[in-house]
């Protein structure tokens, strides 16, 4: 959501958002917008009695809705307050992906339910649903048989990098002073099965066995407490000494952390979008990704990146093709990766797109948009 409302905020629209947060969160205060915050909602379907009222009595004070996420309750609320009342969109933010379907089989049978109760009608009686590339509306329509929406594809991505990137870099090499001067691959994301980490360190094990200076950087949080499993593994494999886990990077270090890379690699399972492959592209960093991540199409079109498999044999194939490029590829690569963000995943692109899906002119002074 901050995301997001850099570019309507730059655009010169008011932003204001309602969420399920509990008003004591310190990180709200922060926020550059006016925040609404319901909770504290309880469990994880986030109910919060005081939701519903609020979209209710808040509603009519703004020209575009926007409701974000599915299968918590403020898509009921919105529902009931805005259905044949208020025109508003839906964001599904890759929640009707297939592979949840085929991932936790059971899982996806209760979800029947609560489609059939709440979430198709939200679908149904939106203005828009809105996705983030064609992949992801065209797999949308594979998780439930009994489907009806309006489906556009829209503008999505970051504002990019702002700051020094000379500072960025030393910030990252601080973190990192072993990779200073050294060729590395970067993976950016949650340590997590979905991600396909394991895949990645078998596969730079292989790849780069004939590259001794090539190294790997695995940033991100471990959130399934599998680090110690991947070190080990990549230990067993003898190449432990030439990966880098520096943890979760934010601000200036992350930045740093995209311009010093030679590429970033997500061979993930699945990834509706991946704002960490947006950022990459912002600062000019091919990206080697599997065919699982929805903007793959788009990323390959651009010849802003490689695209294999989720195998193990697609994401070393990913490894040695980067290798084999010559410094020219490469550096084509990068100019192609900075065009396609700018074209396609910058957000300031977002807000003009949200105000025609409402048929609102453009009114940089006065249009105002509600999450």
């Given at each position: 959501?901050?995301?997001?409302?850099?570019?309507?905020?730059?655009?010169?629209?008011?932003?204001e958002?309602?969420?399920?947060?509990?008003?004591?969160a310190?990180?709200?205060?922060?926020?550059?917008?006016?925040?609404w915050?319901?909770?504290?909602?309880?469990?994880?379907?986030?109910?919060?009695?005081?939701?519903?009222?609020?979209?209710?009595?808040?509603?009519?004070?703004?020209?575009?809705?926007?409701?974000?996420?599915?299968?918590?309750?403020?898509?009921?609320?919105?529902?009931?307050?805005?259905?044949?009342?208020?025109?508003?969109?839906?964001?599904?933010?890759?929640?009707?992906?297939?592979?949840?379907?085929a991932?936790?089989?059971?899982?996806?049978?209760?979800?029947?339910?609560?489609?059939?109760?709440?979430?198709?009608?939200?679908?149904?009686?939106?203005?828009?649903?809105?996705?983030?590339?064609?992949?992801?509306?065209?797999?949308?329509?594979?998780?439930?048989?009994?489907?009806?929406?309006?489906?556009?594809?829209?503008?999505?991505?970051?504002?990019?990098?702002?700051?020094?990137?000379?500072?960025?870099?030393?910030?990252?090499?601080?973190l990192c002073?072993?990779?200073?001067?050294?060729?590395f691959?970067?993976?950016?994301?949650?340590?997590?099965?979905?991600?396909?980490?394991?895949?990645?360190?078998?596969?730079?094990?292989?790849?780069?066995?004939?590259?001794?200076?090539?190294?790997?950087?695995?940033?991100?949080?471990?959130?399934?407490?599998?680090?110690?499993?991947?070190?080990?593994?990549?230990?067993q494999?003898?190449?432990?000494?030439r990966?880098?886990?520096?943890?979760?990077?934010?601000?200036?270090?992350?930045?740093?952390?995209?311009?010093?890379?030679?590429?970033?690699?997500?061979?993930?399972?699945?990834?509706?979008?991946?704002?960490?492959?947006a950022?990459?592209?912002?600062?000019?960093?091919?990206?080697?990704?599997?065919?699982?991540?929805?903007?793959?199409?788009?990323?390959?079109?651009?010849?802003?990146?490689?695209v294999?498999?989720?195998?193990?044999?697609?994401?070393?194939?990913?490894?040695?093709?980067?290798?084999?490029?010559?410094?020219?590829?490469?550096?084509?690569?990068?100019?192609?990766?900075?065009?396609?963000?700018?074209?396609?995943?910058?957000?300031?692109l977002?807000?003009?797109?949200?105000?025609?899906?409402?048929?609102q002119?453009?009114?940089?002074?006065?249009?105002?948009?509600?999450?």
């Amino acid at each position: 959501m901050r995301r997001l409302a850099e570019g309507y905020l730059h655009a010169g629209h008011e932003v204001e958002i309602t969420t399920l947060d509990d008003p004591r969160a310190p990180f709200l205060a922060s926020l550059p917008f006016p925040v609404w915050p319901q909770g504290p909602a309880f469990g994880v379907y986030g109910y919060t009695p005081r939701l519903l009222p609020w979209l209710r009595q808040n509603a009519s004070r703004f020209d575009g809705i926007v409701v974000n996420g599915l299968w918590q309750y403020h898509g009921l609320a919105a529902w009931r307050a805005f259905h044949g009342r208020h025109r508003y969109a839906v964001f599904t933010h890759g929640m009707l992906d297939p592979w949840f379907k085929a991932k936790y089989p059971l899982k996806h049978m209760k979800k029947w339910i609560y489609w059939l109760l709440v979430e198709y009608r939200l679908l149904r009686n939106a203005t828009r649903v809105l996705f983030t590339s064609e992949a992801e509306q065209r797999l949308a329509e594979k998780s439930f048989w009994l489907h009806h929406w309006h489906g556009q594809v829209v503008p999505y991505g970051t504002s990019g990098p702002t700051g020094d990137p000379g500072i960025q870099r030393e910030e990252f090499l601080r973190l990192c002073p072993a990779l200073a001067g050294k060729r590395f691959l970067l993976f950016l994301g949650r340590i997590h099965p979905k991600k396909g980490c394991d895949l990645l360190i078998d596969a730079f094990a292989q790849a780069a066995s004939n590259n001794a200076g090539l190294q790997l950087v695995v940033a991100g949080p471990d959130q399934k407490g599998w680090r110690v499993k991947l070190e080990a593994r990549a230990q067993q494999l003898s190449v432990g000494h030439r990966i880098h886990w520096p943890g979760m990077l934010s601000g200036d270090a992350k930045w740093g952390a995209f311009y010093e890379a030679d590429a970033f690699i997500l061979p993930s399972h699945q990834e509706n979008f991946g704002i960490a492959v947006a950022e990459a592209l912002a600062c000019g960093l091919p990206v080697l990704m599997s065919d699982k991540v929805n903007i793959f199409a788009e990323v390959q079109e651009d010849g802003a990146g490689l695209v294999e498999s989720d195998t193990l044999e697609g994401t070393i194939s990913l490894i040695r093709c980067w290798l084999a490029l010559s410094e020219v590829d490469r550096i084509r690569m990068r100019a192609n990766a900075k065009q396609s963000f700018e074209s396609r995943y910058n957000s300031m692109l977002l807000p003009d797109t949200i105000s025609s899906i409402f048929n609102q002119p453009v009114n940089r002074e006065s249009s105002e948009i509600n999450y």
